[in-house]
């Protein structure tokens, strides 16, 4: 499974921007989770958000809830995050990953849970 990551940029504090994950070369079936995390500089890597593809159950870091919102498209093996309300503190490298099998919903939080990572998106908030 190859996973893209694009829609990084520099905005404003307050902004908004969206990020977009194509997968390809796999198929997730009911049982597969996508999702984003994050690693600013000198930082552990940061869960953000993920979402479950047979039902759409969705799952956010407690420093986004509120701001962020998790999407797929089933038909297109695509994944999008909305961030909004952006910060300072969101400043980082946002990497989409997938997990092709199942995996219990207080585990989806979990890096070591996932097998594919994408190659990392840029994102910058200016204050």
């Known amino acids: 499974v190859q996973l893209q990551a694009y829609g990084g940029g520099l905005v404003q504090t307050g902004g908004s921007l969206r990020l977009s994950c194509a997968a390809s070369g796999g198929t997730f079936s009911n049982y597969g989770t996508m999702g984003w995390f994050r690693q600013a500089p000198g930082k552990e890597r940061e869960f953000v958000a993920a979402v479950r593809w047979s039902d759409g159950k969705t799952s956010y870091g407690d420093s986004v809830k509120g701001r962020f919102t998790i999407s797929r498209d089933r038909g297109k093996n695509m994944v999008y995050l909305q961030m909004n309300s952006l910060k300072f503190e969101d400043t980082a490298v946002y990497y989409c990953?997938?997990?092709?099998?199942?995996?219990?919903?207080?585990?989806?939080?979990?890096?070591?849970?996932?097998?594919?990572w994408g190659q990392g998106t840029q994102v910058t908030v200016s204050s």
């Open positions: 990953t997938a997990r092709t099998r199942a995996v219990v919903y207080s585990a989806m939080s979990d890096p070591n849970q996932y097998e594919y």
